[in-house]
């Protein structure tokens, strides 16, 4: 089994190269933002309190999140393998992945980090406000909270993987197809 964690701070790119990478490798693509995205366009119960966070640009309590990613699992159980986009965002999500996956006997082979500096994340982010109905892309404010709330609760998730052996992290400037190409590299040396 192949099974990847996408890291990056918000804009760095994670959704795009997840996109080619389950194309590629032949992964089941577990974004929660996506699951949370559709849970508030059906207007669940777990949409409607999810958006009164992800509207702040703060993160959704953990516990809802860890039940999303169960329910995943359990889904797609047999899968060739999966790529965490956005989970773990905290070293909480972190510890609760690998316990999750021990449980299931599989563990996570690599995480790769999009390396991307401030101003450019900040800028891709404009941008994307201008073609996507995101409520969270739409305000200079919120994109700033995200990027924050990133660097305060999120970013020492990657002390957790590089405890575990599995940090790696590749340039995220460039075309996509660049990108894309560093981190095939990677993938095809721990795989
Ligand atoms: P981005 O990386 O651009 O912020 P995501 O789609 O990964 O986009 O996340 C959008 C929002 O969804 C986050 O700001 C947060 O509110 C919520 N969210 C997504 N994943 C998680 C998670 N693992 N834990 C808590 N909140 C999450």
New binding site residues.
């Given amino acids: 089994m192949l099974n990847i964690v996408i890291f990056g701070?918000?804009?760095s790119g994670?959704?795009t190269q997840s996109e080619k990478l389950i194309k590629k490798y032949n992964l089941i693509h577990l974004?929660?933002?996506?699951i949370?995205?559709n849970a508030i366009a059906k207007k669940t119960p777990l949409g409607i309190m999810?958006k009164e966070?992800?509207d702040k640009?703060?993160?959704?309590p953990?516990k809802d999140?860890i039940q999303m990613v169960i329910n995943k699992l359990d889904k797609y159980e047999g899968a060739t393998g999966f790529i965490f986009?956005?989970?773990?965002?905290?070293n909480n999500?972190a510890e609760f992945l690998k316990n999750l996956l021990k449980e299931r006997n599989i563990e996570i082979t690599v995480m790769i980090t999009l390396d991307v500096n401030h101003d450019e994340l900040l800028k891709r982010?404009i941008n994307r406000s201008k073609e996507t109905d995101r409520s969270?892309d739409k305000d200079v404010s919120i994109i700033e909270n995200?990027i924050n709330?990133y660097n305060k609760q999120t970013a020492s998730v990657i002390e957790f993987y590089k405890k575990e052996n599995k940090y790696q992290s590749v340039d995220g400037i460039g075309t996509v197809d660049e990108i894309f190409e560093r981190i095939c590299k990677i993938i095809d040396k721990h795989k």
Avoid: C, I, N, W
């Fill in positions: 701070p918000p804009g994670k959704g974004s929660t933002g996506d949370l995205r999810a966070y992800m640009g703060e993160l959704v953990d999140v986009d956005g989970f773990p965002r905290t999500q982010l969270d995200r709330v």
